[in-house]
């Protein structure tokens, strides 16, 4: 039962769509050069130091999450705009099957509306939006939760997308943040989910079109949430298998499973 | 803003594969000559005299689940088990997209492992069983919420299939009942849900080789869901749309919706 | 099982300490010149016409809030500011021990420190606050509920009292309205609890020195609140009572209770 | 914002009213020749051998908690029964203050009625009850909770005094075990709430009249319960304090606390 990360590092994948990268957004490539990706990837690796850290973007063969991948991922960061389409069901499935075995799933931003977060939430996961570079600013309403530990309050963020609600999730099984803006709207902007044995964290900052994964305490809250939605114990299946009467009792102290 | 069946009947549909009557499974045909949708069609008549209800089941075309027919359906109930891999997914992303816009969903017993039920939890929605036709009680938890009313604590099932826990669905909105098996396992037995603007009950009790659907307790449960799932205010989709700034200033008290 | 207002008028006080008031706050007398109680009750009473609506006050007898009237009173408003510590432990027990039989209770504003609310919360119920009258916002993040029902989104109040996060109460069963402020705060501003058989629900707009009361929204939300939080049953004590085994075999179906 | 036992042993408090003990209970004492609370404290301290656990009674002056010890105390338990009223209201409030500025709490089995658990609860904390001698079988509903690490699914408990629903608790925070007894009644066995900065996690098994505390499994609930319950940061009071516009600008990265 110990944590299948004590025997080793903690294994991260950061997955990009990169379109906006690939298909050269001049702001996107200022603030990104190298991808959203490589920048989310850096602040993991520094804040995580014994982690191995790896990107993945759309691009590669089976969207760089092959099964032998999967198999061995931690916790998986998604961001995801304008080509949630393009994802093929097959990797989709892989990765949702991954998370109801236990691997921990890290969404950002506009991957509200990606397949993998749609198909964990069950619902539509649509908001209210406006681009115009106005301030978020990020409140803790769980000051004592993991992610936001180290985390002022509020997270002052100078520019920004808006996303306001109704957001259309599930009731959090826990929320951690909610953010407020300038325009007066309020969000949902960080909240938690167990599907199966895995977690889901959704953590809305962080548009293409702004700095914001260089700011200082968004890295902390990723770094943060990588370690809460890593797994605690050997990713394994859950089914359906008849039980016959008195099945408890056969075994000794520990053996059985939830 | 009143609620759509104010002026009109309320409109269920009870939708059940129907495959273990259709194949003359002398055992179910026993409890159930005209299909366990009859039975349990007739009990909500009985408890919602004023309300319109109907059947369909999977042999009818498009499932008996036209676009025009769910449109107008203000709770659906759903019974399936060995044919859920049978259901059309173009039905299934109709029955979860209506939820999405505002109609009522009950799932019964096997139809925790139904495409809809799985589409809107987002988890396996797998268990542990035995068919060994053991006493089940259903405790209440929440003994004010309006599922539970008029219902004895607990409801005595003197022979059932046993459910037991681990259940793998998301930490339910409402907890309403809880059983347990004569067997000692234990199974979260009702669980209610919100899904977009619509309503999400699943009670377990109700395996096909049992008279369960005749039991006067367990009828007053499926009449009670249903009132609980109605939908409160007209179907809408929800939609991600752009807001510009002080949108919600143009308006006049009451003009908007969440 | 009937609601015990099917036969009779629902039974509504709204409690004040009408301190403010009392002492001749020019500010508050301005907006509520016979007191905040008397304006939230003509509310009530104009959105509940059949519903009998009384007031009472820290200054009569018991508080006006006798053992006898409140046995039967189905919902209780509660107001209060600067003199929590001055309402009788006596009284308030009174209070707290018919939430738990069954009574509603909704609490406004700076009633979040009072002494039936702290009790039965647990927690601090602190929170950060400023009184600079800048607007506040009412947004709902859960459409369906009936306490939002008819209300738009947001409510704009122009004037308010700044109530923020960390707001110290336990995570609410329901949350029905958060409230952004001009100056950038959020607050959990609209909550709903279940406590014993009782339903509790805290709406936070309504600083004595604005003229919130007499909003045409914020009255809708105080009578939907009513409505939510009648009791459904006839008010009970739970108690802790040994059980033989099989207790529940020797009833009729219906006759136990949870 | 490091946990405070990084640089010190965890401190454990295991609080015991020691009145069936004291006053000579044979079959108690012949489980429990020193008392439940030394061997609690005992698998406590062979769980968590870099810990710090120290046992307190209610006989001792202040009942053993006075306010230094409380504060340097990062988890108490507490056992009580037949002398709830002897708990003086000053050391209850003490407790009840430690939790909302962070200390942990874990309440077992008849402590259901205690002071410090009914006022964090805001509730009744009745429920249904059976000395019987019947097995008690502990099923995990959270799987990868880590209070529930390392334990079978299920804990069968040969003997135990039966708890039944309804249990008028507010809804958890988080559920981990439901019990089953052979009787047939279930119960919320293993729930965890926040209040304040601080956790309490409840615990049914433990009967003074069955060796409950000597079952392995149930020590390492035990174990787990004080691992998750020790608080993550200093100690602190929440309180309602005014803030001029702006307050958040103030300060650098980190330095505001929620």
Known sequence: MS???ESRPLNIVVWNENVHESRGDATVLGHYPDGMHTVIAAALREQHPGASVSTAT???PEHGLTAERLATTDVLFWWGHVAHQDVSDEVVTRVVEAVHAGMGLVVLHSGHYSKPFT???GTTCSLKWRNDGERELVWTIAPEHPIAAGVPHPI?????EMYGEYFDIPRPDEEVFLSTFAGGEVF???VAYRRGLGRVFYFSPGDQEYPVYHHADVQRVLANAAAWA??????RQLTADP???DWFLSGGSGTQEA
């Open 3 to 5: 944590a299948p990360t």
């Open 58 to 60: 759309l691009q590669e």
């Open 119 to 121: 198909r964990l939430m």
């Open 156 to 160: 002052v963020i100078d520019r920004q």
């Open 188 to 190: 949902r902007s960080g």
């Open 230 to 235: 890593a797994p605690t114990s050997e990713r």
């Open 243 to 245: 039980h016959p009467r």
